[in-house]
């Protein structure tokens, strides 16, 4: 198995103002003075506490990341954010294409696909996320789903090194319902993940881009989740927030 480093990777989604935000940030600094051999460690709070998550987490071994990105420049784009804007703030990676995204603000894989190639053409790492719904679950064609998501969301960006992406699959009836899928599941998804990306991008590269799975992750469920070959990390909404749950997390993780 290549050696992947693990991604712990806490999406504040819309949760804490800027005063709760500093709270947090520092006590994640705190809990978190140096993270184990073999684990990364990420934040991506909302938009309007970037920088001062930033400031707060300097020191810190913790990347900043954002959750949103507009693959434009600059320009008459009201209330949206640019990569280079994100760069000068202080984030090396964005998350694109969540569920919600997709679901309350329509956004499409056409969408995706724009917003990742800014990204990387930016200088900034796509936390690019796909997953299926209960129904499509159900019916047995979540693997099709997933890969499809994968290759339109992903097709034609160019790579230079297997760093420059992370993949995360979440299946929308785990996320915040409690729910998580077994280990298992979260493995065949996210091998059928790295087959997709093996046609996109090749093998080699394939086997270094680090594949996470989201939806209802917790102390409770990281080391198995990670045990597994192709999970090489997490996307935790619900637990990010407290930060002893989420440091907890990096060292079970590294366990
Ligand atoms: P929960 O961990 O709250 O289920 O959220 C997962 C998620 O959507 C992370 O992006």
Redesign the pocket.
Known sequence: MPNRTLLIAG?WKMNNDVAEAAKLADELAQALPEVPAGVEVLVCPPTIDITTVHDRIQAAPIALGAQNVYWEAKGAFTGESSCDMLKSAGCTYC?IG?SERRDYFHESDEDQNKKAKALVAGGIVPVF?CGEPLEVREAGTYVEHVVAQVKAGLEGLELASADQLVV?Y?PIW????GMTATADDAQEVCHAVREALVELFGAEMADGIRVLY????KPGNIAELVAKPDVDGA?????SLKAADFSEMVVKAAE
């Open positions: 999406n998350i969540h996320c995360a979440e785990a996320i915040g319902t989201g939806g209802s992750a996307l935790v909404g619900g637990a």
